[in-house]
């Protein structure tokens, strides 16, 4: 994040627009989506501006919590920088009561003034993140937020599981998946799991979505979810 000629924070942003939620609980519930520009996950960059560059989608690669790689299905590249005023003007002009932060990475910024602002419009604020950026929990803004969805990357911090940040965590199936990898943090959050699988480029990846359905015939307490929003063909 850098800040604009008067001093005011500007956040790069990759995208925003208003599309049902394709995944977890809220599947379905339509949202105002802001992409966060950048991603450090699995990734060499140690500065938070170059990482705002990636290579074009599906060529990216991103890993897993316990180390599996997968394609990233996400252009996360920076198209705007707006402040915290035009980013509320943005989401005000639309009748949709939630919010959601999403990635690449939002936490790799400061959003606590953009939620102070948000919830003073009376907004829901979700956010997806993985897990790996470490948070600091005497910043209020954290209680502020109405839903966090983790799915755990390389560099998953159990600070997410042990002191109740996420609501729900999406773990990604493929055939590589192993229950005994998953952090135990984790593991003893069973209803707070939901198995998704890891699909292809357009497409729903069939034989990953019966491995979720089988874990969770083994683990009953968790759900299952998956990328309705390609099946919708929407963002
Ligand atoms: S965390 Fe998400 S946005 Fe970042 S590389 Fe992985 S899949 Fe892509």
Redesign the pocket.
């Known amino acids: 994040m850098q800040d604009d000629v008067e001093g005011r924070l500007l956040y790069p942003i990759a995208e925003k627009f208003v599309s049902p939620q394709g995944e977890g609980r809220f599947t379905g519930t339509l949202m105002q989506f802001i992409r966060f520009a950048g991603?450090?996950?699995?990734?060499p960059f140690t500065n938070q501006e170059r990482a705002e560059q990636?290579l074009p989608i599906y060529q990216?690669?991103?890993?897993t919590y316990d180390g599996r790689s997968?394609a990233?299905?996400?252009d996360?590249r920076v198209t705007e920088r707006l402040t915290v005023a035009e980013i509320v003007k943005w989401t005000v002009s639309h009748n949709v009561k939630f919010v959601l932060f999403t990635?690449?990475?939002p936490l790799m910024r400061d959003v606590s003034p953009l939620v102070r602002a948000l919830k003073h419009e009376a907004f829901e604020i979700h956010v997806e993140t993985?897990g790996?950026i470490r948070p600091d929990l005497n910043q209020s803004f954290w209680r502020n937020l109405d839903w966090v969805c983790c799915?755990p990357?390389k560099g998953f911090l159990d600070a997410y599981a042990d002191n109740g940040i996420a609501n729900e965590f999406k773990l990604l199936v493929d055939e590589d998946f192993d229950w005994d990898k998953v952090p135990r943090s984790i593991q003893r959050k069973p209803s707070k799991i939901c198995f998704s699988p890891i699909n292809d480029e357009k497409t729903i990846n069939q034989a990953n979505v019966q491995r979720c359905l089988q874990l969770q015939r083994e683990h009953p307490a968790s759900r299952v979810t998956m990328q309705m929003h390609k099946l919708w063909q929407v963002r």
């Open positions: 991603c450090t996950v699995g990734k990636q990216e690669r991103c890993t997968f990233c299905d996400t996360y990635g690449g990475e993985s790996t799915s990357k």
